[in-house]
């Protein structure tokens, strides 16, 4: 069992299964209702790094917030990853609040 996981469509992420990580593909179904599953299999799995790709990321995010809200335990790190059609620019603006919420500053700030 990979401590890490990936999630998103399976044509999209099958390759990662040669690299170790467990893949979980959201081809099928209610995608609210397979996320949601998909998330609470993980945290019975212990994966302490999640990848998923951009276009499904913002959902697994927000649903992910809410079970943090009221599960106790200490749940996995998510991120977000590219897949390779097209950037939502998610990670780049995740890891702009991260920094500017640690140092305060905004470095990437457009002149």
Not at 77 to 84: A, D, R, S, Y
Request: charged share 35%; net charge neutral.
């Amino acid at each position: 069992m990979s401590d890490t996981a990936i999630a998103g469509n399976l044509s999209e992420i099958l390759a990662f299964k040669a690299a170790g990580l467990n893949i979980y593909s959201l081809d099928e179904l209610s995608r609210e209702k397979k996320i949601n599953d998909l998330i609470r299999n993980i945290l019975e799995q212990g994966h302490k790094i999640v990848f998923v790709t951009e276009e499904y990321y913002e959902e697994f995010a927000r649903i992910y917030e809410e079970m943090k809200t009221v599960r106790k335990e200490r749940l996995p790190v998510l991120m977000p990853v590219l897949n390779g059609i097209e950037s939502r620019d998610i990670g780049r603006r995740q890891l702009k609040t991260l920094v500017e919420k640690a140092i305060g500053v905004d470095i990437f700030k457009e002149k």
